[in-house]
């Protein structure tokens, strides 16, 4: 375990469903990320929250609704989603505003249906 | 624009040998750079890290390279080991665009007994 923890690990949803997706870090990290993975790209940055403030949104469709409670757990809210959203998605977190990695977990494998 | 891009999406070497794994990227501002080992079913892992005061920075079995005027970056993995299979990612960090990391695609290594 790397200290961040995401649940579901898999979830297969059909495209009128909503479901969240969450994640949960307790290593005193203030920032904490979303970012997408499909096969054969790399890593696209979805959202980023400082200090439970959402400081980006990378042109994300609004069928995507991140939310941040506080500073150790971030939620990715899903609706009418649509088969090509079908991909991992992984949470990361760090200390904001250091010059440091992030800390990823192990993800969500999201298949639309 | 930025990106940060790998010069090959596969590389298969024999157990033992060395393995180098090439980046570029494109924002001359970046001013760190990480790379990170993705094993199938996880998600990303801290490898190394340097920053771009330092052209070279060594970890264990794993040697970083910076090469700031032609903007490449290099991993080198000594006597790679079937552990080592998995997708290594370069990542660069510019400060003054909010400490975000940008992935480049991976190249997938893949170690041969």
């Known amino acids: 375990e790397t200290g961040v923890t995401q649940t579901p690990r898999h979830l297969v949803m059909g495209m009128t469903n909503k479901k969240s997706l969450k994640c949960e870090q307790h290593?005193?990290?203030?920032?904490m990320y979303w970012y997408k993975q499909s096969a054969k790209k790399p890593l696209e940055l979805m959202f980023v929250?400082?200090?439970?403030?959402?400081?980006e949104n990378n042109s994300v469709p609004s069928r995507f609704s991140p939310e941040c409670p506080n500073s150790s757990h971030l939620f990715l809210h899903l609706h009418t989603l649509q088969p090509e959203d079908s991909a991992l998605y992984l949470c990361?977190?760090?200390?904001?505003?250091?010059?440091?990695?992030?800390?990823f977990g192990s993800g969500t494998r999201l298949t639309v249906v | 624009g930025e990106s940060v891009g790998l010069h090959l999406p596969t590389l298969s070497v024999q157990e033992g040998d060395n393995s180098i794994i090439n980046c570029a990227y494109s924002?001359?501002?970046?001013?760190?750079f990480i790379w990170y080992k993705q094993e199938s079913g996880k998600g990303p892992q801290f490898i190394i890290d340097?920053?771009?005061?330092?052209d070279k920075r060594q970890g264990q079995r794993v040697t970083v390279l910076l090469n700031k005027t032609v903007k490449h970056l290099s991993l080198q993995i000594a006597a790679t080991q079937p552990g080592d299979s998995a997708v290594y990612f370069c990542?660069?960090?510019?400060?003054?665009?909010?400490?975000?990391?940008?992935f480049g695609q991976g190249t997938e290594l893949s170690v041969k007994p």
């Open positions: 990361a977190s760090s200390r904001a505003s250091d010059r440091e990695g992030y800390t």
């Open positions: 290593l005193g990290h203030n920032a």
């Open positions: 929250y400082n200090f439970k403030e959402q400081t």
């Open positions: 924002n001359s501002a970046s001013d760190y």
């Open positions: 340097i920053r771009s005061n330092m």
């Open positions: 990542a660069d960090r510019f400060y003054n665009q909010g400490g975000k990391l940008i």
